[in-house]
Nanobody, 124 residues
């Protein structure tokens, strides 16, 4: 059974930091592209960041560039991280981890597997 399990969400003040983790199990994700997306109330799910299976390529939404960093560890199981610094109230959303075969893309519809999401709330 394929599972992507996110952790690390919570409540933080503006300017603070959080680190999200996503553990992928149930099949090998070591060669999968991995991404983070978020969805705020009343809004569509949007791309945040993605990383290639070799970690050689990473892409970010303009809104998080310079503040968020995506990384991954393929040691035993694939774990993907999202380090979020200088958080803003507009970063408040449910954050989802996702995986796909092949190259990085930004469209959520192209991802094959999804986690259940973790809530991030940034207070002003």
């Amino acid at each position: 059974q394929v599972q992507l399990v996110e952790s690390g969400g919570g409540l933080v003040q503006a300017g603070g930091s959080l680190r999200l983790s996503c553990a992928a199990s149930g099949r090998s994700f070591s060669t999968a592209s991995m991404g983070w997306f978020r969805q705020a109330p009343g809004k569509e799910r949007e791309f945040v960041a993605a990383i290639s299976w070799t970690s050689s390529s990473a892409y970010y939404a303009d809104s998080v560039k310079g503040r968020f960093t995506i990384s991954r560890d393929n040691a035993k199981i694939t774990t993907v991280y999202l380090q979020m610094n200088s958080l803003k109230p507009e970063d408040t959303a449910v954050y989802y981890c996702a995986a796909k075969r092949g190259q990085i893309v930004q469209a959520p519809s192209e991802y094959d597997y999804w986690g259940q999401g973790t809530q991030i709330t940034v207070s002003s």
